[in-house]
Every structure is written in structure tokens, then in C-alpha cells.
């Protein structure tokens, strides 16, 4: 309890510093050489998107969730949402797993957007939870500072919870399903993640 809670108020104060600095490239690169290895092709792509701009990501010290290439495909990821969509998969400090579960059930953790929270339970034998998406290949970045989670859906921006909330915000179900019908895809996850970008990128 006492290790949990010392992590938390690191993660907080991590926050409210939080931009500390560009992100290290050398950390990311190695981040995403253990991201590509175990098939997390399509966020390499939106990091690699997103590394292009200034002060897109800052600072080495942070975790990032990671959805699959099908689940991406399924998400509603635009060059003008990209980087609010990363931020909301990033923890402001490098968390290992073993770290997670020693998380109170339902501890809320900010991510790196700003007054975005993010539920963490720990389910037993159905596993460990952010929000309503399991972690599903933990520890996958382990060659740098940065550290990196497969979990196995998108966190909808919407469902998240300021701090002032002490529970993760629940959307309405009529909003969930006008959601998931808009941004149904059934194309090839990393292609048409990589199509969607190029055709928003203002360069070409």
C-alpha cells in the first residue's frame, strides 16, 4: 500500500510539470523497435506521426497503452485528434507492470492530456484493467526508459474523468453505439491507419 501510494504521488507531481522537454529519440526509437516486435505496427506509426512535430511528446518518463492494429483501425484517430489520442494512452512516468498491480483497485492515475484521469483495477484472474480494456501484453518496452503496455481496446476520449470525479465518467450507451457505428472499419488495420494520415498531412 505504502509502495502504491508513494508511485501515485510520483505520477501526480510527474503531471504537473508535465511538458518536462523534448522526448529523448533515442528512448522512443528503442521504444518502438520493442513495439514493432511484437506487432504494435500501427503505433509506431502514430509516434512516428506525431515525433515530426515540436514538443508533440515530452520527456522519456512515460508509460504508453497500447491498442492493436485492429483495434486502431476501429478508433477515431485524425491528424487533428493525434495527438490528444496519444496523450490519453500515456502514463507521465515509466510504469512496469509489476507496479500496476500493486495499485489500490480503481486507483485513478492522470495520463499525460491534461485533466484526464484513468481507472487501473485489478481483476484477478480476468486480469488488469485501464478503464474497460485489459492489458493484454504487458512489459512489451523493456529496451529504454519508456515502457509500454498492449491493452486491448481504445480509451475513448469521452470516457474519461477529471479529477474532480472520483469514478471514470460512463457515456451513454446511445453515444457508445453512434460512436462504434462512425468508426467502424474493415479494411486492414496498419493500411488504412497509414492512408488516413498521409491523406490529412498538409505536406502532401
Known amino acids: 500500500m505504502a509502495l502504491s501510494l508513494f508511485i501515485l504521488l510520483q505520477i501526480c507531481a510527474f503531471a504537473e510539470s508535465w511538458p518536462a522537454g523534448d522526448i529523448n529519440q533515442t ?43 485492429r483495434q486502431l483501425s476501429k478508433a477515431s484517430v485524425s491528424q487533428d485528434n493525434l495527438q490528444d489520442f496519444i496523450l490519453s494512452h500515456s502514463i507521465p512516468m515509466p510504469l512496469l507492470m509489476s507496479h500496476l498491480i500493486h495499485f489500490p483497485n480503481r486507483t485513478l492515475i492522470p495520463t499525460c492530456l491534461p485533466n484526464r484521469m484513468i481507472s487501473i483495477k485489478n481483476n484477478g484472474r480476468s486480469g488488469m484493467f485501464v478503464n474497460k480494456a485489459r492489458i493484454v501484453n504487458p ?7 519508456i515502457r509500454c503496455h498492449g491493452i486491448s481496446d481504445a480509451l475513448m476520449l469521452d470516457a474519461f474523468a477529471a479529477p474532480s470525479e472520483y469514478f471514470p465518467h460512463r457515456v451513454p450507451s446511445k453515444e457508445l453505439k453512434r460512436f462504434n457505428k462512425r468508426n467502424h472499419v474493415k479494411s486492414a488495420a496498419t493500411v488504412r491507419l497509414k492512408d488516413r494520415l498521409l491523406s490529412t498531412d498538409p505536406g502532401n
Open 27 to 69: 528512448d522512443l526509437h528503442k521504444a518502438m523497435a520493442d513495439m514493432r516486435m511484437k506487432s504494435y505496427r500501427g503505433f509506431v506509426i502514430l509516434l512516428q506521426r506525431l515525433s515530426t512535430y515540436p514538443n508533440a511528446l515530452d520527456g522519456s518518463n512515460i508509460t504508453f497503452l497500447m491498442p492493436d492494429d
Open 139 to 145: 512489459d512489451v518496452c523493456l529496451s529504454s526508459l
